[in-house]
């Protein structure tokens, strides 16, 4: 059996696994609106998880592109499925930035109607002023913070803050896969070790939280009322230099570039592990370490010497439990795609007769998800 069609027959038995589990995927795709005439961009992670989401767009008509969030975060055997069922997609992963560009820049010159991103490359690389999008949807953190600072010529719809999004996926789920990728990715444990939190947002929490059962956590935050709520529970907030002098395992959680600058490593202890679950690889000094690595003495390992000093980069610095684990279960993530459905469908029916600029997503839509996941009836 040649290694390509081993490939294929693996994706599909994940795929069969998965389907299994994702019931309430299963039922929004079913119920998405036809697509017929919409030219979708979809700017995503190219992983398994995403392909229903993709074949609900094609099954309704849509034509559809699809560019990598990250090319740290991109399968190849998805990507090429993707292709198979109609879908334009080039991306591969670990392209050169250049080529990510180029990619992106080809997508955009396709004129899409709508835009399904998360980081919000698309939008921002348009100004916001792309002519022939009529609507779009922001699924991060990252992105909705990029799009505040734009003047946007049609409406964008927040889903990364819909409750049941950031009470499952990013408060909980991120951190638990970041605690169990790091067993699988290192072969260690983080029983009694100092582990340092950098961003306590949702997403943050959960790392702490994931951590906390048998490590020593600390939080490291800017803003002094989150510093407050980790203290409540008990967690100690350091500066950053003071928590790094401390930590074995550093986590970055911030959703912004340089949340850990180049300079402040030399506070780090010999030996330190560096992750960032943040949605870019921009949170920590990636050029810098790389330039300094020594040796991978494991898959997803760079050691790199700063300063005399050893430091473990994990994963190149992109979001570590999905880069180099298999991020959200697949029966959890269920919820998060069936979202995205629910979202696209409301984006194509009602949402682009919003006003231009950056919307919540409607209570309703997220009720009518919830209901699909407990498996009740809805209209």
Request: aromatic letters at 6%; one cysteine or more.
């Amino acid at each position: 059996m040649n290694t390509q069609h081993h490939a294929h027959e693996s994706l599909d038995q994940d795929l069969a696994w998965m389907r299994s589990f994702t019931p309430a995927t299963t039922r929004a795709a079913a119920s998405l609106s036809s697509l017929f005439g919409e030219r979708i961009l979809v700017v995503c992670h190219l992983d398994l998880k995403m392909i229903s989401y993709f074949e609900a767009l094609i099954e309704k008509g849509a034509e559809v592109w699809a560019c990598a969030a990250n090319p740290a975060t991109t399968r190849d055997d998805v990507a090429e499925r993707l292709s198979s069922i109609g879908v334009r997609v080039s991306a591969r992963k670990d392209v050169a930035p250049d080529r990510h560009a180029a990619y992106l820049n080809a997508a955009i010159e396709a004129a899409p109607t709508l835009l399904s991103e998360m980081g919000a490359d698309a939008t921002a690389i348009t100004g916001g002023r792309l002519e022939s999008v009529r609507g779009g949807l922001e699924a991060t953190g990252t992105g909705i913070d990029r799009v505040r600072n734009i003047t946007l010529s049609y409406p964008v719809f927040d889903w990364d803050n819909v409750p049941i999004k950031q009470g499952l996926h990013n408060r909980h789920l991120v951190g638990l896969m970041a605690a169990t990728t790091f067993l699988n990715v290192a072969a260690l444990s983080l029983y009694g070790k100092t582990v340092l939190v950098v961003g306590y947002g949702p997403v943050g929490r959960g790392v702490a939280d994931a951590a906390r059962s048998g490590a020593v956590v600390e939080v490291c935050d800017l803003d002094p009322a989150t510093r407050l709520t980790a203290a409540h529970l008990g967690f100690a907030t350091p500066d950053l230099e003071a928590g790094l002098s401390r930590a074995d395992v550093v986590f970055t959680a911030t959703g912004r570039d340089d949340a850990l600058p180049f300079e402040s490593l030399a506070a780090c202890k010999n030996g330190a592990f560096l992750a960032n679950v943040g949605h870019t690889a921009g949170e920590l000094p990636v050029g810098e370490l790389r330039n300094r690595v020594t040796d991978t003495p494991r898959l997803h390992v760079e050691r790199c010497e700063v300063d005399g000093k050893i430091i473990h980069l994990l994963a190149g610095g992109a979001m570590f439990n999905l880069a180099a684990g298999p991020g959200d279960p697949y029966d959890t993530f269920d919820l998060v795609t069936a979202l995205m459905l629910e979202a696209t469908n409301f984006l194509v029916t009602e949402g682009v007769d919003y006003p231009p600029g950056l919307h919540p997503l409607p209570k309703k839509v997220q009720e009518r998800t919830a209901r699909l996941y407990l498996g009740e009836t809805v209209d």
